[in-house]
């Protein structure tokens, strides 16, 4: 079993540390380690039965006067075309215009999403983290909501999991 997974969402929510966390364990990666550039980032995950390619994206702009950015858009747009499953990350507590930006697209593509809530470790009170929930559960609807923390690995085999029932 095998597939394409899009891990999405605006700058600066911590697509590349989870892309990270998600290859770092028990696996081969045959690309070289992800790093941060302007373009699509490839990461391969194969486990026994499966191998995962996820496309870690460059970020969705609002600002698109800059070809730079128009360059950025296009890249992080098609990376919605043919996946299986889309990851969109969220900051916990955090919803910006950006991220409805970035949402709209992905429902644009029709593709699957799931909602990744990361940095939950910034919350001292889980229960804290309820209005939020219930804010961004009532924007889509999710195939599922993870609350996560990329940085320190909360939820990633959950992630994983989820993974494997979309292939
Ligand atoms: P990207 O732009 O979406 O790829 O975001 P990065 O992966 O580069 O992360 C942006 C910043 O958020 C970095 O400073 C990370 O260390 C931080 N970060 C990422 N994940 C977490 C997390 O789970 N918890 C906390 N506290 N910080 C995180
Ligand atoms: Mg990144």
């Known amino acids: 079993r095998c597939g394409l997974i899009a891990i999405v969402g605006r700058p600066n929510v911590g697509k590349s540390t989870l892309m990270n966390n998600i290859l770092g364990q028990k696996i081969s990666i045959t690309s070289k380690k992800p790093q941060t550039t302007r373009h699509r980032i490839l990461g391969i995950h194969t486990e026994d039965q499966e191998q995962v390619i996820y496309v870690d994206t460059p970020g969705l702009h609002k ?6 950015n128009k360059l950025m858009n296009k890249a992080a747009s098609s ?9 969109f990350v969220v900051e916990a507590m955090k919803w910006h215009d950006d991220d409805e930006m970035v949402l709209n697209k992905i429902i644009r593509s029709k593709q699957p999403v799931v909602l990744l ?4 470790d910034e ?5 804290e983290l309820m209005p939020f929930l219930q804010k961004v559960s009532a924007k889509h609807n999710f195939e599922q909501i993870i609350p996560i923390s990329a940085e320190k690995g909360t939820n ?7 993974v494997s029932d979309y292939l």
Not at 79 to 87: H, K, N, P, S, T
Not at 123 to 127: D, G, L, N, S, T
Request: proline letters at 0%; hydrophobic letters at 50%.
């Open 79 to 87: 990376a919605l075309g043919d996946v299986e499953l889309v990851l």
């Open 156 to 162: 990633v085999q959950a992630i994983k999991d989820l």
């Open 117 to 120: 809530i990361n940095k939950v």
């Open 63 to 68: 600002e698109e006067k800059r070809a730079i």
């Open 123 to 127: 919350i001292k009170h889980k229960e």
